[in-house]
């Protein structure tokens, strides 16, 4: 069977002779570090896409995929609208909200919150809020009722618990005969959710549209805008693209990703810095091969001056080194890619079970929002960190093969 001699050769050096077993040593260092690099590299970046798309997941929760208003931050006539704007084949789902922010107080407790003024069967469908209800239900909800779905830290801020009241104070005026005051109203806490989220559990309240209308001095039939659910959140740009045709300059419409841009991008810039820093551990690694091919280099020295005695060209002794660094840097990626992938698959029952193992609780539910550790292994990324790692270890070969390529046959030999 053909086989090239500097694959032959290289092959061969990675195998230790009795007295060499120190340098093969270094080598098993090189590999164990290139596989543990790759190994946290596939682990960690995997458990922050499980983090990111859970944070996703729950931002969506509360919000829209997409939103339709006026630019005066009003709309009129939502139900056309909403009927214009499902004609899109994308477009699953639409519900009118009213939005305003407003002082919640019981007592000496005051406290902020955001209002969103909804109709509860139409909100189904476009968020999860229903699902999310610790106490009460989201279709207690009432027109003419007045009664109220906070968040369970800001129930808890304000020392309120279901069928108990709170004043709402908004920021508009009402002139009365001894003067001008705040606009407030007394709201029935008819539920509490809890979604996992202290921007939502702490700061947000729903009441139904038409109670919503009437606070806030709406008038019949106007909303601020319309909430969309799509069928595929991903493709929301392009949706948002065919609604901004549709409707024309008429409205403003937005998507998921320019509502939460700042935050996403935090989440990406975080996951780049931490590649970033694990290509680095992968770097330090591949020194060990650097250390490795150095010691061999030095150590074949008569070896390689009789090859180019015998016509080897340099770079022929070039090769013969890189493909050994290169054997080192396969075997390390392979490795842990094969280590990494299991436990990025099964990381939230390892956890689990060391969790039990060490009676202890990682992520209590009590001071982190999200307490399971979950992951998101993606094929195409792995296989580019597996890539990028195996590129390190091959740049790495370089140095240590250039200088065996400069051995001069009769000084190698001189004392031999």
Same mark, same amino acid.
């Given at each position: 069977m053909f086989q090239p001699k500097e694959l032959f050769i290289g092959l061969r050096y990675t195998r230790a002779k009795r007295k060499?077993? #120190?340098? $093969? #040593?270094? @080598? #098993?260092? $090189?590999? +164990?570090?290139?596989s543990l690099g790759v190994f946290a590299l596939i682990v960690v970046l995997s458990v922050m896409n499980g983090f990111g798309n859970e944070l996703r997941d729950r931002t969506l929760s509360m919000t829209s995929h997409a939103t339709i208003t006026g630019f005066d931050g009003t709309m009129g006539s939502w139900e056309l609208n909403a009927e214009k704007a499902k004609q899109n084949p994308s477009v699953v789902s639409a519900a009118p909200y009213i939005r305003k922010e407003v002082m919640l107080s019981n007592g000496r407790r005051v406290s902020? @919150? !955001?209002?969103?003024g909804i109709e509860p069967e139409t909100e189904k469908t476009v968020s999860t809020v229903a699902n999310k209800m610790v106490s009460g239900e !989201? *279709?207690? =909800?009432? &027109?003419?009722?007045?009664?109220?779905?906070?968040? /369970?830290? =800001?129930?808890?801020s304000l020392g309120v618990y279901e069928g108990d009241k709170l004043t709402v104070i908004t920021p508009q005026a009402s002139v009365t005969a001894v003067g001008v005051m705040p606009r407030l109203r007394r709201f029935k806490v008819v539920g509490v959710f809890e979604v996992g989220m202290h921007e939502f559990d702490s700061a947000m309240a729903y009441v139904h549209i038409g109670d919503a209308a009437r606070l806030f001095s709406f008038d019949e039939g106007q909303v601020n805008g319309i909430r969309l659910k799509l069928l595929d959140l991903f493709e929301a740009r392009t949706v948002t693209h065919e609604l901004n045709q549709t409707f024309g300059e008429e409205y403003w419409i937005r998507d998921w990703t320019r509502q939460h841009r700042n935050f996403f991008k935090a989440l990406? *810039?975080?996951?780049?810095?931490?590649f970033i820093i694990l290509l680095m551990v992968i770097a330090v690694a591949a020194l060990n091969i650097v250390s490795t091919l150095m010691m061999t280099v030095r150590d074949k020295e008569a070896d390689i001056a009789i090859l180019r005695a015998l016509g080897m060209t340099p770079g022929s002794i070039m090769t013969i080194f890189v493909i050994q660094g290169t054997i080192i840097g396969m075997f390390g990626t392979l490795i842990g890619v094969a280590a990494g992938v299991p436990v990025a698959l099964n990381v939230f029952e390892i956890v689990s079970w060391l969790e /039990? !193992?060490?009676q202890t609780d990682f992520l209590p539910s009590d001071v982190?929002?999200? $307490? &399971?550790? *979950? +992951? &998101?292994v993606r094929p195409r990324e792995v296989l580019t960190y597996a890539v990028s790692a195996f590129v390190i270890t091959v740049l790495a070969t370089i140095y240590p @093969?250039? /200088? +065996? $390529?400069? *051995?001069?046959? +009769?000084? @190698? !030999?001189?004392?031999?």
């Open positions: 060499t077993h #120190f340098v $093969s #040593f270094i @080598a #098993f260092i $090189s590999i +164990a570090g290139v902020g @919150a !955001l209002v969103r !989201l *279709t207690d =909800l009432k &027109d003419g009722d007045y009664g109220i779905v906070i968040g /369970r830290e =800001l129930a808890n990406k *810039t975080e996951k780049t810095v931490m /039990r !193992l060490f982190y929002y999200i $307490s &399971d550790i *979950t +992951a &998101d @093969a250039w /200088r +065996a $390529s400069r *051995t001069m046959p +009769a000084e @190698a !030999l001189r004392y031999e």
